[in-house]
């Protein structure tokens, strides 16, 4: 009976497009991939993907896949592509990042708004992203690592806390807010039966609560954008009703989006026959308020002896190391995002700052994977050229030590249509494999993509 009452509210929601959602609700979801453009363009990178289709109304890096095991392909591996549902994009898109902002991602996990966020900053400005579940805050910082975001802090911190301390820092802030995800049902199969009304309104409140929360770290001037991927007039337009009777200092502004269904003048709504599963977009902007006062982080360059360590370390894998603000923290090796953009980080819980460069063990450095991410294959003196289509790429992705014919003996990278996989260590003609075991598939012939 509960369905009954989803689709009484469905009708009244829609109108007249009610029957259009219905002709909707059995098809097949949609399925898309946004390319990260900090590692590949489109033009690069879509020759390569035979089951890419056209573009997304949502984003402009979107595209339309029509495939299963996308998270097997070498190309996802190495973090060209990111699997998203297409009008999850829209949110960003309505942001408006650009070069050089400090955005704050509040409800981050698993990261796919934050990595188009980091793509539109173009490795300028801050990207912070925060996620309140700790499990789901490490799924975070991996993605986040594997699309190779360099001026990122990743932390698992409750909202108000975090927002409190960081009160009118961000230019930007996204508050993709946990739902009911009425938009994910064609998706999910499972979430129809764990609907009711009464989740729904429970999810309001917590989502009045995170906003309010949200709030606070928008500078004065700057832009928050509200999403959910729910149809629910509770968690949408009631969510935005209260917020801006809670807070005169906002104002709802256009998103400047032209796709969806608008709602609240400026606010757009994203059904199924629209090209994508469901999403509700609003835009705030801050007319007054509070600047940040806090302290801005103290950058203290390393010990002279670790940082000559690190440097030769540096030089004996890199061709030209460009990295700035070295930091080492109990034996990680940190290179930090511009520290003169970084707020002060103590009592803060911070996965990590930056990119991690490696350890320090034992009378030397161990790289870390996040040090081949964050560049380029021409960044590194040794490397191993692969194509998407080689054998080898798919036993390296699956742990497989390779032959390699013309490496001086030290760590390298293993590269894919000229996107860097991961780290190697050549020993007399072989590959040792240093890709993470946790990244790792179970079986290379698994990974042939189906479509």
Partial sequence: ????????????????????????????????????????????????????????????????????KLGKHPLH????????????????????????????????????????????????????????????????????????????????????????????????VLVDAPCSGEGMFRKDKEAIFEWSVEHSLSCAERQKAIIHSAAAAVKPGGVMVYSTCTFSPDENEGVVQHFLEEHPEFELIDT???????????????????????????????????????????????????????????????????????????????????????????????????VKLGDFKKNRIEPHHNLATSLTPYDFKRRLIMSCEDLAAARYISGEELEIDSWINGWGVATVNGVTLGLGKAVNGHLKNKYPKGLRTLAWKDLQISM
């Fill in 1 to 68: 009976m509960k369905m009954n009452d989803y689709f009484d509210r469905m009708k009244t929601v829609l109108g007249e497009d009610y029957d259009r959602f219905l002709e909707t609700v059995d098809k097949p979801a949609y399925k898309a991939i946004r390319v990260n453009t900090l590692k590949i363009q489109p033009e690069e990178l879509l020759p390569l993907l035979p089951f890419a289709g056209e573009q997304v109304p949502f984003a402009s890096t979107g595209y339309y896949v029509d495939a299963e």
């Fill in 256 to 354: 400047g989006c032209r796709f969806g269904t608008p709602t609240l003048d400026h606010a757009i709504r994203v059904y199924p026959f629209h090209g994508g599963e469901g999403h509700f977009v609003a835009k705030f902007r801050k007319n007054k308020g509070r600047q940040y006062k806090g302290k801005m982080f103290s950058y203290f360059e390393p010990p002279k002896e670790e940082r000559v360590a690190i440097e030769k370390f540096v030089c004996d894998i890199l061709r030209n190391p460009s990295f700035r603000h070295y930091h080492v923290i109990d034996e990680r090796i940190l290179n930090l995002p511009d520290v003169e953009l970084l707020p002060d980080l103590e009592g803060m819980n911070i996965l990590r700052a930056g």
């Fill in 77 to 172: 591996h190495a973090g060209a592509f990111y699997v998203q549902e297409p009008s999850a994009m829209s949110a960003v898109t309505a942001l408006r990042v650009e070069p050089g902002d400090k955005v704050l991602d509040l409800c981050a996990a698993p990261g796919g708004k934050s990595t188009q966020i980091a793509a539109d900053l173009n490795g300028t400005g801050l990207l912070w992203a925060n996620e309140i579940v700790r499990p789901r805050a490490h799924i975070l910082l991996s993605n986040i690592e594997r699309m190779g975001v360099k001026n990122a802090v990743v932390s698992n911190m409750k909202p108000d806390v975090l927002c409190d301390k960081l009160e009118g820092f961000f230019d930007k």
